[in-house]
């Protein structure tokens, strides 16, 4: 089975197979829909089948085959989950039994493909090709994140223009002011945050069949080293492991 990816601004959906992923946290909440055996432990519990895991849960991850979604809590899908989580470091999906095991690939309706797992969470399947930031209060950080998903969309701008103190100058906003009004606004301080969305430009790099070193350049880490610590502290795996799951084979 080849692993399939789909980058869409706020979300990346991967159905891929053999994940074995260590003790991480990221940014993201994670839904889980595998169409195998699987089983997530975090903090002293234990969970198998679908479920739903919080953003900044430390947690482990087995699971045969299946779906991982990687969602931006402040996103609208995002917003829907933390309401279903209810500040819960995770949940199972009632309702939602195993998948039969697949082979999607690119060309093939996500949002039918994902439709039972919408249903049970009692979301639109259309948020998959339009899940905006529409919670968020600020224009100025709405249309920074608009300029940095332009990077999923295949026009990625060059790393250096996106220091705090450059995009300030550009809001016409002090340093110290920006790095409080983004935090306030997404949770989340800017350069975690900009770290995130590296990493998720390096995986749509490896999904393309770039090494980890030219993965790490695109995404304006300084080295594959540096790539690979930040991915096995975000996601519980190595460079080597992340191409096995989402690169062609």
């Not at 234990?46 to 969602?71: F, K, R, S, T, Y």
């Not at 995770?90 to 998948?99: D, E, H, K, T, V």
């Not at 920074?144 to 990077?151: A, M, Y």
């Not at 100058?169 to 306030?184: I, T, V």
Request: charged fraction near 20%.
């Amino acid at each position: 089975m080849s692993p399939t990816v789909w980058l869409k601004p706020g979300i990346l959906t991967v159905y891929g197979a053999a994940l074995d992923a260590g003790k991480h946290s990221h940014n993201a909440i994670q839904v889980v829909w595998p169409s195998g055996k699987s089983l997530c432990r975090f903090d002293g519990y234990e969970i198998n089948g679908p479920l739903i895991i919080n953003a900044q849960v430390e947690h482990q991850l087995q699971m045969d085959a299946g779906w991982i979604l990687l969602v931006e809590p402040k996103s609208d899908i995002g917003q829907q989950l933390c309401d279903i989580l209810n500040q819960q470091p995770a949940s199972s999906i009632p309702g939602l039994g195993r998948q039969t095991k697949i082979s999607p690939k690119h060309g093939d309706d996500l949002s039918a493909l994902l439709s039972p797992l919408f249903s049970a969470l009692a979301l639109d399947t259309t948020l998959i090709e339009s899940n905006t930031s529409s919670a968020l209060t600020d224009k100025r950080i709405q249309n920074l994140l608009t300029e940095l998903d332009q990077c999923l969309l295949g026009d990625c701008l060059k790393p250096s223009s996106w220091r705090a103190s450059e995009i300030a100058g550009r809001l016409a906003l002090s340093e110290s002011r920006f790095l409080h009004l983004f935090r306030e606004q997404m949770g989340i301080a800017w350069r975690p945050y900009l770290l995130w969305r590296r990493t998720i430009c390096a995986i749509n790099a490896i999904s393309k069949d770039q090494s980890a070193t030219e993965a790490a350049h695109l995404s304006g880490f300084s080295d594959s080293a540096h790539l690979s610590r930040t991915f096995r502290s975000l996601f519980g795996i190595t460079i080597r492991e992340a191409k096995h799951l989402v690169a062609p084979s």
